[in-house]
C-alpha cells in the first residue's frame, strides 16, 4: 500500500460524509416547508369545529386565517433579506423555533383572542424560516443538481395540498386526548423540535456577499395599511358597518400613497426598497403583481366558504368533507406538471388563460351543481367541478411566477420574485376579509336552525359568483403577459429567496418572453 492510499481513502470519506450532511440539511428544510404548505390546509378544514369548541366568532374565524396570511406577507421579504445580512441557518433555526413555539401556543389557546395572536405569530415565525428554504438549497446544491431538488419540492407541494385536510380532519374526527380540534397544532412539535435540532447540526451556514438593507418603514406602513382594510371589513358586519370602519377603509388608500412616496426616497437614498418601484415599468410584471394579488383573493374567499358550505352548510362530517377535496388537489398537482412541462412550452400565455377560463366554468358548474341537488348534493356530484376547477388552477400556478418575471432585470429578481409571494398572500389576506361581505353578508345574523344549511348553500353560491367574476378579470389581466414560451435568455429574472441579492436561479421551467 503506497502513502497515498490512505490519503485518497480520508478524501473519500471526508466527500461521502459532506454528502449524506446536504441531503439531511435538504430533508430539514423540505420539513419545514411542508409543515407551513399544511399548516395552512389543515386549519381550514377544521374551522368549523373551532368556532363551535372555542366559541370563536365570524370575525376571530376570518383571523385564524387572515391573521396568518397578513404576518406571513408582511415578513417575507424582510424574512429574506435577514437570511442574506446574518446568516440563512440562524434565521431558519429561529424560524422553525418560533413556528414551533406559535404552534404549541396554538394548541394550548385558552380562547379564541389568544388563537388568533398565536397564529399572527405563527405566520411572522413562517415568514422568517420559508424564505430560507430555496438560500439554503442555493447554497448547498451546485447548479446541475437543483433541477432534482426543486423536482422534489414540486412533489412536497403537491404532498401538501393533498395531506393537509385529510390530516386536519382525521386529528379533529380522532379527539385525541379529548383535545378536539388542538392536534392540529401540536402536531408541528415534535418535527418542529427535530428540524431544530438536526438542523443546527446539519445545515451549513452561508450569507449573501451583497446583502439589501432592510426597510422596516416600508413593512411598517404595508401591515397598516393592510390592518386599515382588513379590520373593519372582518368586524363591520357584527358591528353594523359603523362610520369609522369606511374611514378606516379609506384612509388605507392614504397609507398606501405615502408607502409609495417613502420607497421613492428609500430607493434614491440608498437602494434597498422593500417595493422596487423600477419594476412596475415592466408591463408584464405590473400587470403579473395585479393577477398575482386578485388570484390570491379568489383563492382566500374559496377555500374559506367551501370548507363552511360542506361542514355548516350540508352537515358533513370532516373526514367527508376532506375527501372531498382529494380529487381537487390531484387534479391541480396533474395539471400543473403538465402545464410546465409540455403546455407552456408549445402554447405559452394561452396556456394559463386556458387555465383562468377553466377553473371559471368549474366555479359555475359547481354553483349550477350546488342550486340542482341543494342540501341533498353528494360528494361523487362535486368531483366533476372540482377536477375542472384543480385542472383550471393548475394550469395557472405554476407558469405564472416564470410569466410574471419574464421582463425583470437580473439584477431585480430577488426584490420581484419576493413581492411576487407577498402580494399573492396579502391578496389571500384579504379574500378572507371579503368572505364577511359575499357570504356572511347574505346570511340572517341569528337563523332558525331549519334555515342554516338552505342559507349556508345560498351563501355559498353568492360568494362563487364573485370568485367567477374575479377568474374572468384574471383571464382579461393574463393579454399583457407575454406570449411566447423561450428558452432562459441573460438578463431575464428567476426563482429566488425573496429579498434576495445574490441566489441567481436556474431554470427549469420554461419561460415566457415578449
Known amino acids: 500500500m503506497t502513502s497515498t492510499e490512505p490519503l485518497a481513502d480520508s478524501t473519500d470519506r471526508t466527500a461521502e460524509a459532506a454528502d449524506r450532511r446536504r441531503w439531511f440539511a435538504l430533508a430539514i428544510v423540505m420539513t419545514a416547508a ?15 369545529s373551532i368556532q363551535k369548541d372555542a366559541g370563536a366568532s365570524v370575525s376571530q374565524i376570518q383571523w385564524i386565517t387572515a391573521g396568518y396570511a397578513l404576518a406571513f406577507a408582511a ?39 389568544m388563537l388568533v395572536a398565536s397564529r399572527i405569530l405563527q405566520g411572522g415565525m413562517a415568514a422568517m424560516m420559508v424564505p430560507q428554504v430555496l438560500s439554503i438549497v442555493h447554497a448547498t446544491f451546485p447548479a446541475h443538481e437543483r433541477g432534482k431538488v426543486f423536482g422534489l419540492f414540486g412533489a412536497i407541494v403537491g404532498l401538501g395540498a393533498v395531506t393537509g385536510p385529510l390530516l386536519g380532519a382525521l386529528l379533529t374526527e380522532w379527539n385525541l386526548f ?20 438536526l438542523g443546527s447540526r446539519f445545515i451549513t451556514e452561508s450569507r449573501a456577499p451583497k446583502a439589501v438593507r432592510l426597510d422596516l418603514v416600508g413593512v411598517a406602513l404595508v401591515t397598516l395599511g393592510l390592518l386599515m ?10 358591528l353594523g358597518w359603523p362610520l369609522w370602519g369606511y374611514v378606516s377603509m379609506a384612509g388605507a388608500f392614504g397609507v398606501f400613497g405615502a408607502l409609495v412616496a417613502y420607497e421613492r426616497r428609500k430607493s434614491a437614498r ?6 422596487e418601484l423600477s419594476l412596475f415599468r415592466v408591463r408584464s410584471f405590473a400587470a403579473g403583481i395585479l393577477i398575482q394579488t386578485v388570484f390570491g383573493l379568489a383563492l382566500g374567499i374559496f377555500f374559506l366558504v367551501w370548507t363552511l358550505y360542506l361542514q355548516v352548510g350540508l352537515g358533513w ?7 372531498t377535496g382529494v380529487p381537487f388537489s390531484l387534479a391541480v398537482s396533474t395539471a400543473a406538471g403538465l402545464s410546465v412541462q409540455k403546455l407552456v412550452p408549445r402554447f405559452g400565455r394561452k396556456v394559463l388563460q386556458a387555465g383562468a377560463l377553466t377553473m371559471a366554468v368549474g366555479v359555475l358548474l359547481y354553483i349550477w351543481e350546488s342550486e340542482r341537488y341543494g342540501l341533498g348534493i353528494a360528494p361523487w356530484q362535486m368531483a366533476l367541478p372540482l377536477v375542472v376547477m384543480g385542472v383550471g388552477m393548475g394550469l395557472i400556478v405554476a407558469p405564472l411566477t416564470d410569466a410574471v418575471l419574464s421582463g425583470v432585470p437580473r439584477e431585480h429578481a430577488g426584490s420581484a420574485s419576493g413581492l411576487i409571494n407577498t402580494v399573492q398572500q396579502m391578496g389571500n389576506a384579504l379574500g378572507l376579509g371579503l368572505v364577511s361581505v359575499v357570504f356572511f353578508g347574505v346570511i340572517p345574523d341569528r337563523p332558525a336552525s331549519t334555515e ?11 360568494a362563487l359568483v364573485w370568485v367567477a367574476a374575479v377568474l374572468v378579470a384574471i383571464f382579461l389581466l393574463m393579454s399583457a403577459l407575454p406570449k411566447r414560451p423561450a428558452v432562459h435568455q441573460e438578463g431575464a429574472a428567476g426563482e429566488e429567496s425573496p429579498g434576495s441579492a445574490d441566489s441567481p436561479r436556474e431554470g427549469r421551467e420554461p419561460q415566457l418572453v415578449p
Not at 440608498?270 to 417595493?275: E, F, K, R
Open 317 to 323: 362530517s370532516l373526514l367527508r368533507a376532506g375527501l
Open 178 to 197: 379529548g383535545l378536539e380540534w388542538r392536534p392540529i397544532f401540536l402536531i408541528n412539535l415534535p418535527f418542529g423540535i427535530a428540524g431544530l435540532i
Open 34 to 48: 411542508f409543515m407551513d404548505l399544511v399548516d395552512v390546509t389543515i386549519v381550514n378544514i377544521a374551522i368549523p
Open 270 to 275: 440608498d437602494g434597498s426598497p422593500l417595493i
Open 229 to 238: 382594510l382588513l379590520y373593519p371589513l372582518t368586524r363591520g358586519r357584527e
Open 452 to 462: 342554516v344549511g338552505p342559507a349556508f348553500v345560498n351563501a355559498f353560491q353568492h
Open 75 to 113: 415578513g417575507l421579504i424582510t424574512g429574506g433579506r435577514l437570511g442574506d445580512i446574518h446568516g440563512r441557518k440562524r434565521l431558519f433555526l429561529i424560524g422553525i423555533g418560533g413556528f414551533t413555539v406559535a404552534s404549541a401556543l396554538c394548541g394550548f389557546a385558552a380562547d379564541p383572542e
